[in-house]
């Protein structure tokens, strides 16, 4: 594999996860702002990995059911099952 082929894969996995793991990054901070009343269950960083997990698997599944990705019913699903993640994260406290 030349450099060239290297830095083009690498390119197109890093577009292809970005908007998973930009969404795990926000999802802890939002629920931060959003839920002041009750601590959340798991600290910041297990919240921000359960979410990259979560979303790295739909995309993946959206990829293998489209065939190719960019699919904005793949985002919808990524935003729904993120928040569910959330949610579920947030109810184990109460």
Same mark, same amino acid.
């Given at each position: ?25 926000? +999802? ?8 002041? $009343? ?25 990829? +293998? ?5 960019? $699919? +904005? ?15 579920? +994260?947030?109810?184990? $406290?109460?």
């Amino acid at each position: 594999m030349t450099p060239l082929a290297i830095f083009s894969f690498l390119n197109h996995a890093l577009n292809f996860a970005a908007p998973a793991l930009w969404l795990a990054c926000l +999802m802890p901070l939002v629920a931060r702002m959003w839920v002041r $009343k009750s601590p959340a269950v798991y600290v910041w960083y297990v919240q921000m990995a359960l979410h990259a997990v979560v979303g790295l698997t739909v995309l993946g599944l959206g990829l +293998m059911v489209f065939g190719h990705d960019g $699919k +904005m019913l793949t985002y919808v699903a990524l935003v729904l099952t993120c928040a569910t993640t959330q949610g579920w +994260m947030l109810r184990g $406290k109460r």
